[in-house]
T-cell receptor, first 111, second 112 residues
């Protein structure tokens, strides 16, 4: 099946720092999704990307759909303690919300 | 508006038993998808229900089965439980299959 490689696996950063994580796939897809999962909760959609080269922001979060359509990046600017959690990229590999998720990037923020 | 709810929150079963997990979709959402999330992994798609019919299935054996009811709530049934079935089971609902999915908090299943 489709594999999504997400890196880094975990990050431990200082409050106020910028964060960058990325995701690559072995195939071309038309939609990239970025989710965040807090402990004891289900994933929450942060940003959806539908077009190669697209750059989309949601507050301090910015995500880009790579030109090759095989990768995507998520950046968080000026991190704060509530940014702690696990970030997942996902692709709609089955059509109609049948998602394949990456392995996740765990973000820890030091005060 | 009530979000997606799941019950129970936690469950402990022994190998070989059967389990039923329940999901109430967000109001008006006719599509429900189920995912399995093993510890330290991303969620894996199990299957999806649309208007009471199965609408796609991931790479899971037949002992994973489901139902969707006329009110669009859903059940996930797992027979002959194995140790590797220990995971967080997530349910997600959407207005249609092409709209954003909203996830519930999950049911943590432990198989001993």
């Amino acid at each position: 099946g489709q594999q999504l490689n997400q890196s880094p696996q975990s990050m431990f950063i200082q409050e106020g720092e910028d964060v960058s994580m990325n995701c690559t796939s072995s195939s071309i897809f038309n939609t990239w999704l970025w989710y965040k999962q807090d402990p004891g909760e289900g994933p929450v959609l942060l940003i959806a990307l539908y077009k190669a080269g697209e750059l989309t922001s949601n507050g301090r979060l910015t995500a880009q759909f790579g030109i090759t359509r095989k990768d995507s990046f998520l950046n968080i600017s000026a991190s704060i303690p509530s940014d702690v959690g696990i970030y997942f990229c996902a692709l709609d590999t089955g059509g109609g919300n049948k998602l394949t998720f990456g392995t996740g990037t765990q973000l820890k923020v030091e005060l | 508006e009530t979000g997606v709810t799941q019950s129970p929150t936690h469950l402990i079963k022994t190998r070989g038993q059967q389990v039923t997990l329940r999901c109430s979709s967000q109001s008006g959402h006719n599509t429900v998808s189920w995912y399995q999330q093993a510890l330290g992994q991303g969620p894996q798609f199990i299957f999806q229900y649309y208007r009471e019919e199965e609408n796609g299935r991931g790479n899971f054996p037949p002992r994973f089965s489901g139902l969707q009811f006329p009110n669009y709530s859903s059940e996930l049934n797992v027979n002959a439980l194995e140790l590797d079935d220990s995971a967080l089971y997530l349910c997600a609902s959407s207005l249609t299959a092409s709209n954003e999915q909203f996830f519930g908090p999950g049911t943590r299943l432990t198989v001993l």
